[in-house]
């Protein structure tokens, strides 16, 4: 655009001819945005969705064309127990790890507005130590911390009394195989909880609790009643997020399964569509098709929620 | 019944206890990492660095492949971060300057898309890379974290280019200022600490990624830092596992990212459930 545009612009900043050139131009603006996220995201989903109606494994890699067996792949997923197990187990242990992340999570963040002011930095630092750690690096302390032999949480059981922890395997059977990996979800994904509702909580004014206070209200009541309703907002939120991010626990329990078995007794979604991969990308396709989808459920909440808010 | 300054010292202490609780983990990387292996694989552990030095780190530095996946973790996370930061601004810049038809649905897309798990995608993203001939490479890797990137930045620049008056823009324009140049020598300079703050961001996701790497980068050259650290562990899995240079290697690739994540983390939190603390 040329200056003189511009100055003829300055007797009304909106004049029609300008106003077509800057749509034209904000669109144009769009366009690498669209064509990286096609790129990256739009067409392999798309591939993705045609294929996980068709026979696709291993001739097919070598270039013999797939045949169209339409719901057979979502139907064996419905009806094989392994596949169909794995995914309730996943659907299981999104559901727990939220729970439990949401509640400590709140506690802790009730625990920040009780304490004093050096306790809660302290806490909020240790937190954000916690929450910035790579997902990878945590996760060989944590085998490291519970290793079997020379593991300091064994050696801590064993001292308090509990001497069946000695030399124990907490990989070798499914149950504390996934204990551990919760207890590893939730000491990564309280801080973000415990500290976006602290924030929520702040928003709440004193005067109002105080007013309470004054009128009888125990302490769980102005709890109840006040804090509660006030925060839900960010409660909703952070716990769709929870949800949509605990159905994704892919490196945490490839990580545990390379130091402990790798059987599909011990598989959640990531891990069990990562080990089928291509060799029967139909199935994979199908599964992954289930995740998405499943996501999106979970997302629509989410943008909902944002959208009331916030005008976009 | 207990005096308001009771309770409170009491909550203090709980606190504490469970900000102990919390870095515990990270107390205890940084404190294998200094201790000999004879101190490690002892049954009684070894609660202080007490006599510890920096052996470990040396023994890790010395492999030579540690730098390679810094190497590599570098171009692909310098490359996905320049190209996010120019898509996304110019597209946070549409959508927060001007009205237009389609708008609010790619505003919706941008939310929608960002909360796609990797792990729905990655083996359709892998055999297409495959056919590209994009596997085991820098581009390829980095176009895909590109694409993973970019709506949560554009997400994050559409705030702060809102941020900034339109009015700011026609004042200079009034002045006889073009468009273009009103843009550049006003808002521009007004929304560097954004731009900055969301590089930072994209470079954290890039910098940590662990899934989309994995099944991308399937030769040990081309491995990034995370999949370096994976490999290392496992590595020593059917021999004992060498824990020090394991905790040193770790440390090695967590102290950068805390760093820079404690910086900006406020952003964070405030962005992913911006508008719901309006009371």
Same mark, same amino acid.
């Given at each position: 655009?040329?200056?003189?545009?511009?100055?003829?612009?300055?007797?009304?900043?909106?004049?029609?001819?300008?106003?077509?050139?800057?749509?034209?131009?904000?669109?144009?603006?769009?366009?690498?945005?669209?064509?990286?996220?096609?790129?990256?995201?739009?067409?392999?989903?798309?591939?993705?969705?045609?294929?996980?109606?068709?026979?696709?494994?291993?001739?097919?890699?070598?270039?013999?064309?797939?045949?169209?067996?339409?719901?057979?792949?979502?139907?064996?997923?419905?009806?094989?127990?392994?596949?169909?197990?794995?995914?309730?187990?996943?659907?299981?242990?999104?559901?727990?790890?939220?729970?439990?992340?949401?509640?400590?999570? +709140?506690?802790?963040?009730?625990?920040?507005?009780?304490?004093?002011?050096?306790?809660?930095?302290?806490?909020?630092?240790?937190?954000?130590?916690?929450? $910035?750690?790579?997902?990878?690096?945590?996760?060989?302390?944590?085998?490291?911390?519970?290793?079997?032999?020379?593991?300091?949480?064994?050696?801590?059981?064993?001292?308090?009394?509990?001497?069946?922890?000695?030399?124990?395997?907490?990989?070798?059977?499914? =149950?504390?195989?996934?204990?551990?990996?919760?207890?590893?979800?939730?000491?990564?994904?309280?801080?973000?909880?415990?500290?976006?509702?602290?924030?929520?909580?702040?928003?709440?004014?004193?005067?109002?609790?105080?007013?309470?206070?004054?009128? +009888? $209200?125990?302490?769980?009541?102005? =709890?109840?009643?006040?804090?509660?309703?006030?925060?839900?907002?960010?409660?909703?939120?952070?716990?769709?997020?929870?949800?949509?991010?605990?159905?994704?626990?892919?490196?945490?329990?490839?990580?545990?399964?390379?130091?402990?078995? +790798?059987?599909?007794?011990?598989?959640?979604?990531?891990?069990?569509?990562?080990?089928?991969?291509?060799?029967?990308?139909?199935?994979?396709?199908?599964?992954?098709?289930?995740?998405?989808?499943?996501?999106?459920?979970?997302?629509?909440?989410?943008?909902?929620?944002?959208?009331?808010?916030? $005008?976009? | 019944?207990?005096?308001?300054?009771?309770? !409170? *010292?009491?909550?203090?202490?709980?606190?504490?206890?469970? *900000?102990?609780?919390?870095?515990?983990?990270?107390?205890?990387?940084?404190?294998?990492?200094?201790?000999?292996?004879? %101190?490690?694989?002892? !049954?009684? /552990?070894?609660?202080?660095?007490?006599?510890?030095?920096?052996?470990?780190?040396?023994? &890790?530095?010395?492999?030579?492949?540690?730098?390679?996946?810094?190497?590599?973790?570098?171009?692909?996370?310098?490359?996905?971060?320049?190209?996010?930061?120019?898509?996304?601004?110019?597209?946070?810049?549409?959508?927060?300057?001007?009205?237009? %038809?389609?708008?609010?649905?790619?505003?919706?897309?941008?939310?929608?898309?960002?909360?796609? /798990?990797?792990?729905?995608?990655?083996?359709?993203?892998?055999?297409?890379?495959?056919?590209?001939?994009?596997?085991?490479?820098?581009?390829?890797?980095?176009?895909?974290?590109?694409?993973?990137?970019?709506?949560?930045? &554009?997400?994050?620049? !559409?705030?702060?280019?809102?941020?900034?008056?339109?009015?700011?823009?026609?004042?200079?324009?009034?002045?006889?200022?073009?468009?273009?140049?009103?843009?550049?020598?006003?808002?521009?300079?007004?929304?560097?600490?954004?731009?900055?703050?969301?590089?930072?961001?994209?470079?954290?996701?890039?910098?940590?990624?662990?899934?989309?790497?994995?099944?991308?980068?399937?030769?040990?050259?081309?491995?990034?830092?995370?999949?370096?650290?994976?490999?290392?562990?496992?590595?020593?899995?059917?021999?004992?596992?060498?824990?020090?240079?394991?905790?040193?290697?770790?440390?090695? &690739?967590?102290? /950068?990212?805390?760093?820079?994540?404690?910086?900006?983390?406020?952003?964070?939190?405030?962005?992913?459930?911006?508008?719901?603390?309006?009371?």
């Amino acid at each position: 655009m040329t200056s003189l545009d511009a100055r003829a612009g300055t007797v009304s900043p909106s004049n029609a001819p300008t106003k077509r050139r800057r749509k034209f131009s904000a669109r144009t603006l769009l366009i690498p945005a669209i064509a990286i996220l096609l790129f990256g995201l739009g067409y392999p989903v798309i591939w993705q969705f045609f294929i996980s109606f068709q026979e696709w494994g291993r001739p097919q890699l070598f270039g013999q064309p797939a045949e169209w067996i339409w719901l057979d792949n979502y139907i064996k997923i419905v009806t094989d127990p392994t596949i169909w197990g794995i995914v309730v187990r996943s659907i299981v242990f999104c559901a727990v790890t939220s729970a439990i992340t949401v509640g400590i999570g +709140g506690l802790l963040a009730l625990l920040m507005k009780a304490a004093g002011r050096t306790a809660r930095f302290i806490l909020q630092l240790s937190l954000l130590l916690a929450w $910035a750690m790579p997902v990878v690096a945590a996760m060989t302390v944590w085998i490291w911390l519970f290793d079997r032999r020379s593991g300091v949480v064994n050696y801590l059981l064993v001292n308090m009394g509990f001497d069946q922890f000695y030399l124990f395997s907490w990989l070798e059977s499914p =149950t504390t195989f996934f204990g551990l990996a919760a207890v590893i979800v939730v000491w990564m994904s309280v801080p973000f909880v415990a500290l976006a509702i602290y924030a929520g909580l702040t928003q709440v004014p004193d005067e109002v609790l105080e007013a309470a206070q004054i009128d +009888g $209200a125990s302490g769980f009541k102005r =709890t109840r009643y006040i804090i509660f309703p006030m925060i839900r907002p960010v409660l909703n939120i952070v716990i769709l997020l929870q949800l949509i991010w605990n159905l994704r626990v892919f490196t945490q329990i490839k990580m545990l399964q390379d130091r402990g078995s +790798g059987t599909s007794d011990y598989d959640l979604l990531g891990t069990f569509i990562y080990k089928t991969g291509v060799q029967s990308f139909g199935l994979t396709a199908a599964l992954s098709i289930f995740v998405l989808g499943l996501t999106i459920v979970l997302t629509f909440f989410y943008v909902r929620s944002m959208l009331k808010d916030e $005008a976009i | 019944m207990l005096g308001f300054k009771a309770k !409170r *010292a009491i909550f203090s202490m709980i606190a504490i206890l469970v *900000a102990a609780i919390w870095a515990f983990p990270v107390y205890w990387m940084i404190n294998s990492s200094l201790l000999p292996n004879v %101190k490690l694989e002892s !049954r009684i /552990p070894t609660f202080w660095p007490d006599g510890g030095n920096l052996n470990n780190y040396q023994n &890790v530095l010395q492999k030579g492949d540690f730098f390679q996946a810094l190497g590599i973790s570098a171009a692909v996370t310098l490359l996905a971060v320049a190209g996010c930061l120019i898509i996304a601004f110019m597209a946070a810049l549409a959508i927060s300057r001007f009205r237009f %038809k389609g708008r609010t649905s790619f505003v919706l897309t941008v939310l929608i898309v960002q909360m796609l /798990p990797a792990e729905g995608m990655f083996i359709a993203q892998s055999q297409m890379m495959s056919n590209l001939g994009l596997k085991n490479n820098i581009l390829g890797l980095s176009l895909l974290y590109m694409a993973a990137v970019v709506p949560f930045t &554009v997400w994050m620049l !559409r705030g702060f280019v809102a941020g900034v008056p339109i009015e700011l823009e026609e004042a200079a324009m009034v002045d006889g200022l073009s468009r273009a140049q009103a843009f550049f020598r006003i808002t521009f300079p007004l929304l560097a600490p954004g731009l900055v703050a969301s590089g930072v961001f994209a470079f954290l996701q890039c910098w940590n990624e662990f899934t989309v790497g994995l099944v991308m980068m399937t030769d040990n050259a081309n491995h990034t830092l995370p999949l370096w650290l994976r490999a290392f562990v496992q590595s020593s899995a059917t021999r004992a596992i060498d824990w020090g240079q394991v905790m040193a290697a770790s440390t090695l &690739v967590a102290i /950068p990212v805390v760093i820079f994540f404690i910086i900006v983390q406020g952003r964070m939190t405030s962005g992913l459930v911006s508008g719901a603390v309006k009371g």
